[in-house]
């Protein structure tokens, strides 16, 4: 069982940046990769970012990349979206997921969730 907590969300203005925040705890040794994906509401929840563990290699969706960058900590087990030039399209609850198995990184097959974060970007 892996549990992930997500920190950092909150109200910023257009252009402005946030930093999120997941701490993971538990059996982490077999994670493969770990994701932000994010929902609107009436939307259906879709693929932010994702970073290899071992490798770091990360994933953007088309509408964060050159904005959003994914990093992480493999000594405190966190994972951080750092969110730059915010646009109000990018409101929405942000979860940080957990995948345990080799694989498209983009894809919502992913074994653990977290609460979720709310980031609200106003114009």
């Known amino acids: 069982q892996v549990q992930l907590v997500e920190s950092g969300g909150g109200l910023v203005q257009a252009g402005g940046s946030l930093r999120l925040s997941c701490a993971a705890s538990?059996?982490?040794?077999?994670?493969?990769?770990m994701g932000w994906f994010r929902q609107a509401p009436g939307k259906e929840r879709e693929f932010v970012a994702a970073i290899t563990w071992s490798g770091g290699r990360t994933s953007y969706a088309d509408s964060v990349k050159g904005r959003f960058t994914i990093s992480r900590d493999r000594a405190k087990k966190t994972v951080y979206l750092q969110m730059n030039s915010l646009k109000p399209e990018d409101t929405a609850v942000y979860y940080c997921a957990v995948r345990l198995h080799s694989g498209d990184v983009s894809t919502p097959e992913y074994d653990y969730w977290g609460q979720g974060t709310q980031v609200t970007v106003s114009s």
């Open positions: 538990g059996r982490t040794f077999s994670t493969y990769g």
